[in-house]
């Protein structure tokens, strides 16, 4: 993505989050001056966090991608000096910001696609854990370090049993270990892998595809998909009936059906 095709660069002066709109659709939260690693402390998951929600309101939006400043790290944890002095209360605040950040990514009206070249650590897997899509270099390392600093692995954390099963789970957020591309691959943990010199056209390249559906379907399917992780199978398909009707109010079923037909 050229910085020509650009229509929209919001990036506050001294903002840990930079965004960018492009023609098409696509959203970039880029995660900024926040050291090599991309560390999330409090100013800049408090300033991802706002950007986020300022986007989810916009309705040019077709997909949003999610990355950090350089090549070493996606995210490679929260902020461990920020941490070190925390007590109970301090703690509670700073992992309920966090949280907060998670969800908004989590439930982005619209696909969100995870951009990891390196270390995602942490906190750092666990905002990538939220994202639709993962994305990663062959050169990325993924864990879930908490244990080894005495704390739990928390929040979002609780997505990985869903993502890779209990076992795999089990391991990652007991042993504090780490996995390479290869076996977060072979996990389910990420969704394709790609050398590092192609890690951006692979992401544009996904990042176009969800752009150019219908934008209507694309938030209804990812609404979908979150409610499906809550609601009884039952119900979950009875409501399917309702949800495949008001498709059609939209006018999108017809104009890419009479689309696919007119290419037959």
Not at 36 to 55: E, F, H, M
Not at 173 to 188: F, H, K, P, V
Request: glycine fraction near 8%; charge should be neutral.
């Amino acid at each position: 993505m050229k910085n020509s095709d650009m229509h929209s660069n919001r990036s506050a002066e001294g903002s840990h989050a930079g965004v960018t709109v492009d023609d098409a659709g696509i959203a970039t939260v880029t995660i900024q001056q926040a050291g090599s690693l991309n560390i999330l402390g409090t100013p800049v998951i408090d300033d991802v966090r706002k950007a986020i929600a300022q986007l989810a309101s916009d309705e040019r939006v077709r997909v949003m991608v999610l990355r950090g400043t350089g090549d070493k790290a996606f995210v490679a944890g929260a902020d461990i000096k920020e941490m070190g002095v925390m007590d109970e209360a301090s703690g509670r605040l700073f992992i309920d910001n966090l949280r907060r950040l998670c969800d908004a990514v989590r439930l982005f009206p619209t696909p969100v696609i995870a951009r990891i070249p390196g270390w995602a650590l942490g906190g750092g897997l666990e905002l990538a854990a939220a994202c639709d899509i993962r994305i990663a270099s062959n050169r990325a390392h993924l864990g879930m370090p908490e244990v080894k600093v005495g704390i739990p692995s928390i929040i979002h954390a609780a997505l990985l049993p869903r993502l890779i099963g209990q076992a795999r789970a089990n391991w990652l957020l007991l042993t504090g270990d780490n996995i390479d591309a290869a076996q977060a691959l072979a996990w389910g943990l990420v969704d394709t892998v790609v050398p590092l010199d192609r890690l951006d056209e692979e992401v544009a390249r996904l990042a176009r595809q969800f752009a150019g559906y219908g934008k209507s379907v694309m938030r209804q399917q990812k609404r979908l998909l979150r409610e499906w992780q809550t609601l009884p199978l039952e119900d979950a398909i009875v409501q399917g009936v309702d949800e495949f009707a008001s498709a059609f109010a939209t006018g999108e079923p017809r104009h890419h059906m009479d689309a696919f037909i007119s290419r037959k």
